[in-house]
């Protein structure tokens, strides 16, 4: 059964960072695109960044310069690297794994003003 698990979230102040991992099991992690959402309180999940298995990102607009996602395919695991934290990043966030449709369990990321 593949898993994702997340870890890394805490709390942080504004202008601080936080890195998250998510580790994978099962050969999935090397043949699907890696992913990050978040979900803030009342709002709907929304797309952070994806990794390809080759390597390729992309970052939501409101996220670019600020976080970082790599991808470590010997240890199945995919990070996000999140600098300059704002409190409007304060959010649940989870990894993903596509096509698979996989999805872990999400850690809490608080940022303080």
């Known amino acids: 059964q593949v898993q994702l698990v997340e870890s890394g979230g805490g709390l942080v102040q504004a202008g601080g960072s936080l890195r998250l991992s998510c580790a994978a099991s099962?050969?999935?992690?090397?043949?699907?695109?890696m992913g990050w959402y978040r979900q803030a309180l009342g709002k709907q999940r929304e797309l952070v960044a994806t990794?390809?298995?080759?390597?390729?990102?992309n970052y939501a607009d409101f996220v670019k310069g600020r976080f970082t996602i790599s991808r470590d395919n010997a240890k199945n695991t995919v990070f996000l690297q999140m600098n300059s934290l704002k409190p409007e990043d304060t959010a649940v966030y989870y990894c993903?794994?596509?096509?698979?449709?996989?999805w872990g369990q999400g850690t809490q990321g608080t940022v303080s003003s």
């Open positions: 993903a794994a596509f096509p698979a449709g996989v």
């Open positions: 990794i390809s298995s080759g390597g390729t990102t």
């Open positions: 099962g050969s999935i992690f090397r043949r699907n695109v």
